[in-house]
């Protein structure tokens, strides 16, 4: 092989790397809370690494890896504030629940560690979906549900502080349900 060809062969295996991934943002979601883009970034030469995200902005603040579907993020009118949710899914203890007073323009947060709330933010969806169950105080608890399985999230907005996540996973053919709870949000399987 002829040096010539070498260095041809180099500069486009080079240029394929560093101009080999094309990256896109498209909004998922806006209202006059928030505005919610999808960034993507396709890698052409290695598929296996492309990636994409939910990035949300709410009062001049983005917020990367946020969770669950459209709207994605609960209204608690009560507090004057929307609930939403950070941290991939599917990365063990990467949840953050984010509560903002969309009056106030302040947020309080605090790790959710293991936990999967969030992650059925939606609208109308009959598979599952989640919305907040109750205020009480400074106190409040997320319920998710869906046709086999229903998660409860309990939080303490006085000591700013994910509580803990009961979990019940029904088994309709065998007629069992298995249950767990995360203390924290913490797993007690790793």
């Known amino acids: 092989m002829s040096t010539f060809f070498k260095q041809t062969i180099l500069v486009a295996a080079s240029s394929l ?3 080999g991934c094309i990256k896109t943002t ?3 979601y ?3 809370n928030v505005t919610v ?3 993507d970034t396709a890698n052409l030469v290695n598929v296996h690494t492309s990636h994409g995200y939910y990035e949300m902005t709410v009062c001049g603040i983005k917020y990367s890896e946020v969770r669950g579907f459209n709207p994605f993020y609960l209204s608690i009118p009560e507090k004057n504030s929307i609930l939403f949710v950070t941290g991939r899914d599917y990365d063990s203890g990467q949840a953050t629940v984010h509560i903002v007073n969309l009056k106030t323009k302040t947020e309080i947060h605090f790790p959710a560690y293991d936990s999967h709330i969030g992650s059925n933010i939606r609208t109308n969806s ?3 979906s989640e919305v907040v169950e109750k205020i009480d105080g400074n106190k409040i608890i997320i319920h998710a549900e869906g046709f086999d399985k229903s998660f409860r999230y309990y939080m303490d907005l006085n000591n700013p502080k994910f509580e803990k996540e009961e979990a019940e996973f029904r088994n ?3 007629g069992t349900t298995n249950r767990y ?7 007690p399987f790793k």
């Open 181 to 187: 709870v995360y203390i924290e949000g913490k797993s």
């Open 17 to 19: 790397i560093f101009v």
């Open 37 to 39: 883009s999808f960034k």
């Open 172 to 174: 309709s053919p065998l």
């Open 26 to 28: 498209k909004v998922a």
């Open 30 to 32: 806006s209202d006059k």
């Open 126 to 128: 009959p598979d599952m």
